[in-house]
Nanobody
Framework: QVQLQESGPGLVNSSQTLSLTCTVS??????????WNWLRQPPGKGLQWMGA???????YYDPDLKSRTTISRDTSKNQFTLHLSSVTPEDTAVYYC????????????????WGQGTQVTVSS
């Protein structure tokens, strides 16, 4: 059974880059046709899909976040990482890593296997 665990700082200053890592166990991030996603949920708002990295290493992003987002991976550690640059307090959210079969680009919980999530607060 796959398990995903987010790690990274809980507090980031405005204008800096937020970096979070997801460590995967029970599955390899290189196996077809799984995609490895980042989503977030700001306080009082719904889930937002941010982007994904495919089993091939190709990356896909939400158009509204594409200019600030990079998703990379380390296959030797079975990890993938989110970098979100130039953060503002509006980027405060619970951030989740999640697995999907195929590229979903959705915010439907049932489309994913989830990590537990990690709170990130951006200070002004």
């Amino acid at each position: 059974q796959v398990q995903l665990q987010e790690s990274g700082p809980g507090l980031v200053n405005s204008s800096q880059t937020l970096s979070l890592t997801c460590t995967v166990s029970g599955d390899s991030i290189t196996i077809s046709s799984w995609y490895w996603n980042w989503l977030r949920q700001p306080p009082g708002k719904g889930l937002q899909w941010m982007g994904a990295i495919a089993y091939t290493g190709g990356a896909y992003y939400d158009p509204d976040l594409k200019s600030r987002t990079t998703i990379s991976r380390d296959t030797s550690k079975n990890q993938f990482t989110l970098h979100l640059s130039s953060v503002t307090p509006e980027d405060t959210a619970v951030y989740y890593c999640a697995r999907s079969f195929g590229l979903r680009r959705s915010s439907e919980r049932s489309d994913y296997n989830w990590g537990q999530g990690t709170q990130v607060t951006v200070s002004s």
